[in-house]
Every structure is written in structure tokens, then in C-alpha cells.
Nanobody
């Protein structure tokens, strides 16, 4: 079973910064696109940012210019640097990765367990 392990959430004041990490297991066949999503209380999960294996990035309008997604392919890890945080960024953040396990060799999307980010005003 492929499991993504997230870390880095917490409580921060508005205007502050946090960095989230998400690590894929070492024993996989391939790691393709990675992404971050978030879900605020009472709302649907929404896409935040994504990054291709080659480093191409895309951002939701709500975070563009404040958040930066990156990855380290050797460590099979992605990051989300969040600056100028706002109370409306408060949510559980989930990492997502398109992975091909060694066995069975079937590509699928996998999710992290989620990490809480709370921004106080």
C-alpha cells in the first residue's frame, strides 16, 4: 500500500509563513505529477497547486503569488511554501501524487493523510 506522509502544518498569525512537506515511499516504480489540495470546514476539497515531474507549476488564483510548490525528485518529496497567509487559507491540506507502484504496476492517484493549517487574524 502506497502512503504519502505529510508534515508541516500548524497555527500561524495572518501574514506569516508555513512550509508543508509530503514524502512518497522510496519503493515505487515511478512518481509523476504531484499536487496540493485543501478543504475548509463546510466546503468541498479544492485544488491549490500542482507540479509536473519536470517542474512545471500551476496555481489556483487564490494562492498565486503567495504560495510556491516545489519538489525534490531524488527524495520523492514535494513542498508547499505558504507566505502572506490569510485567515481564509485555514483548511486541512492534502498532498496528492500520481504514482506507479512496483506491484501491481498500475498508475493511480494517492493522497496524504492531511495536515491542519490554521491562520489567525
Amino acid at each position: 500500500q502506497v502512503q504519502l506522509v505529510e508534515s508541516g502544518g500548524g497555527l500561524v498569525q495572518a501574514g506569516g509563513s508555513l512550509r508543508l512537506s509530503c514524502a512518497a515511499p522510496g519503493s515505487i516504480f515511478s512518481l509523476k505529477a504531484m499536487a496540493w489540495y485543501r478543504q475548509a470546514p463546510g466546503k468541498q476539497r479544492e485544488w491549490v497547486a500542482s507540479i509536473t515531474r519536470d517542474g512545471g507549476t500551476n496555481y489556483a488564483d487564490s494562492v498565486s503569488g503567495r504560495f510556491t510548490i516545489s519538489r525534490d525528485n531524488a527524495k520523492k518529496t514535494e513542498y508547499l511554501q505558504m507566505n502572506s497567509l490569510k485567515p481564509e487559507d485555514t483548511a486541512v491540506y492534502y498532498c496528492n501524487a500520481r504514482i506507479t507502484p512496483i506491484y501491481p504496476r498500475v498508475t493511480a492517484d494517492y493522497w496524504g493523510q492531511g495536515t491542519q493549517v490554521t491562520v489567525s487574524s
